[in-house]
């Protein structure tokens, strides 16, 4: 008995041993000679490179221009009352100041309480980590004028907007207010030293060009021999500064994965599109936004699965412990890693970042980063674990510093082929390679968990029931698949099989991804399963008799609905699943 993500391709031997590192690091010296901020000429040129590359092999390349909201930092300085300068790095969207005067007052970690105890409205916030989007609005929504960010030993570029994707008139208001700097720790233990001696008041200045600009979006595609369905795998091509490792060690292994694709592509049941995004890093995710925006129908009715691939190749990372996936997709990225790597993994949930911008279409996703370093006891590690859910990521990531040195070229070989052979199972696995059993059984357990959060306070026993129910049901229907035989399976049994399985995922992925709308992009924050039932774990503060209580309740009993109507369909799918 065999399940769908168990399959192995005949084409992964062969085609793992042409991935060729020489040609690998080939693609990562000519697309790393190039800084590529967002719509600037050596993006372009980086771009011109891929498409040459890829039509080169024979691929199908649709290359066009955008317009996106993008912005770019340029310079930040802090004047000390001594007159003396303390250079730092702005941010993407951090808005410009010159000379703006204000008190500093140390608010710790930046939690909301910090800036409550220390009084820090109408002050400079000294604040301890990244410049990440959750602590910029924080800092703003408790009334600082600005923030100054201290990091260890480090300047790495950040992008401080909560917004995914091009602002719609919904989102616009959250546009960062307040400017921010980041300064090294030396310079922040200075600035502690001074407010022995307070009041310390000192002046920001940043720089940061925001507006509308033109920004290259390309897709490559190879078409199935069998289904129009498709498998998506993108990259971004903009960078901070070079970007050796991230992204052109990534947009590197796309193009030797196209090449040898493109060799076979005879043998490929269903097709792939190889995308290369801009405004990953200086327009929070515009480029794969603006692409499940417009291709949303399509994505929705035959993408099958999206692989992300981002920051490969790094000198030193040899740990694969720690993946991404959607749940339905972790057997499938668990299985390939531990095959073609030896190490066993453990898929995650996705955190809320990447360019995961395909969940609301029902598309399963797996990877964003991959190899990483292994863990070590740092300041960046311990940040990197709470922002993004790894902390495999090497000092130089967003600095100056990512260049063509900080790549191994074994540790990339490995990585394109963990990547290939994820793709060649997606694309040729007769049976869709998705574990459903998974997806539900995790969202059976957030249920509990909420359950026992809300207590007698809110009844989850529709939403619970339902999901056990479910669960039992795809437990038969993976038994059942099991024992499945493709070759002496009629065509039109598999296909009737495949359209269930895709289905399944459109319900699941946006129960457990989004916050319910799924045309829109939720926010770059922590985004939790069943998101509209998770007010449920705070009705035990709330008074019952209070206004806050029975509001809660009401807007409980209406994602209920939301979550039982979901987990219904599910279920009816099951069903059709077993008995077609």
Not at 104 to 119: K, L
Not at 225 to 234: A, C, M, T
Not at 393 to 412: C, G, M, Q, S
Not at 463 to 469: F, G, I, S
């Amino acid at each position: 008995m065999t399940a769908p993500w168990e399959y192995r391709d005949p084409l992964e031997s062969p085609l793992t041993a042409e991935v060729s590192a020489r040609r690998l690091m080939e693609h990562v010296r000519t697309i790393g000679a190039w800084e590529r901020e967002s719509g600037s000429p050596g993006e372009a040129q980086a771009f011109d490179y891929i498409e040459r590359t890829l039509k080169a092999f024979g691929v199908e390349v649709e290359r066009r221009e955008i317009e996106a909201y993008i912005s770019l930092p340029l310079e930040g300085r802090l004047r000390l009352p001594d007159g003396s300068v303390i250079e730092g790095l702005t941010h993407s969207f951090s808005p410009s100041v010159e000379a703006l005067e204000g008190e500093v007052v140390d608010v710790g970690d930046g939690r909301p309480e910090d800036y409550r105890r220390t009084g820090a409205a109408g002050k400079l916030a000294l604040v301890r980590g990244l410049a990440t989007p959750g602590k910029a609005w924080v800092a703003q929504q408790a009334g600082t004028l600005g923030q100054i960010f201290v990091v260890a030993d480090h300047l790495h570029n950040m992008i401080v907007t909560t917004i995914w994707g091009t602002p719609a008139p919904e989102t616009a208001w959250r546009l960062p207010a307040t400017p921010c700097l980041s300064i090294l720790g030396a310079d922040g233990q200075r600035l502690h030293d001074l407010l022995a001696r307070p009041p310390l008041r000192v002046h920001l200045t940043t720089r940061v060009r925001t507006g509308w600009t033109p920004i290259p979006h390309l897709v490559g595609s190879l078409t199935g021999r069998v289904e129009d369905r498709f498998l998506l795998l993108s990259g971004h091509v903009d960078a901070w500064h070079h970007g050796a490792m991230d992204n052109g060690s990534a947009n590197a292994a796309m193009l030797e994965i196209a090449r040898l694709l493109a060799g076979r592509r005879d043998a490929l049941r269903r097709g792939i599109r190889f995308a290369f995004w801009s405004g990953h890093s200086h327009g929070r995710y515009a480029g794969s936004a603006w692409y499940a925006d417009h291709a949303w129908r399509e994505l929705h009715a035959r993408c099958v699965l999206h692989l992300n691939v981002d920051s490969t190749g790094a000198r030193g990372a040899t740990d694969y412990s720690v993946l991404h996936a959607t749940e339905a997709a972790q057997r499938l990225a668990e299985t390939v890693v531990a095959d073609v790597t030896g190490q066993g993994a453990r898929g995650r949930r996705f955190t809320r970042a990447g360019d995961q911008s395909f969940w609301g279409a029902g598309v399963p996703s797996a990877f964003m980063a991959l190899s990483g370093i292994p863990r070590q006891d740092t300041e960046l590690s311990r940040q990197m674990e709470r922002l993004v859910g790894s902390a495999g990521f090497p000092w130089w990531w967003h600095t100056r510093e990512d260049t063509i040195d900080k790549i191994d070229a074994d540790v990339l070989a490995l990585d394109t082929k963990v990547y290939l052979t994820a793709a060649l199972r997606g694309l040729n696995a007769p049976l869709l390679p998705l574990d459903h059993g998974r997806a539900a059984e995790s969202l059976l357990a957030e249920l509990e968990s909420l359950q026992a959060a809300a207590g007698g306070r809110f009844d989850l026993a529709p939403a619970l029931v339902t999901a056990r129910e479910v669960v039992a049901r795809l437990e038969r229907v993976t038994a059942a698949l099991g024992r499945i035989e493709p070759a002496a399976t009629p065509a039109a049994a598999l296909e009737a099989i495949n359209r269930g399985l895709m289905r399944l995922s459109r319900i699941l992925v946006p129960l457990a991804y989004t916050s319910g709308d799924r045309f829109v992009h939720d926010l770059a924050l922590p985004l939790l399963p069943l998101a509209g039932l998770q007010r449920a774990r705070e009705l035990a503060a709330l008074d019952a008799d209070s206004d806050a209580f029975k509001f809660a309740r009401a807007a409980l009993v209406r994602e209920r609905n939301r979550a039982v109507h979901a987990l219904d369909s599910a279920a009816s799918l099951a069903d059709e699943l077993l008995h077609p």
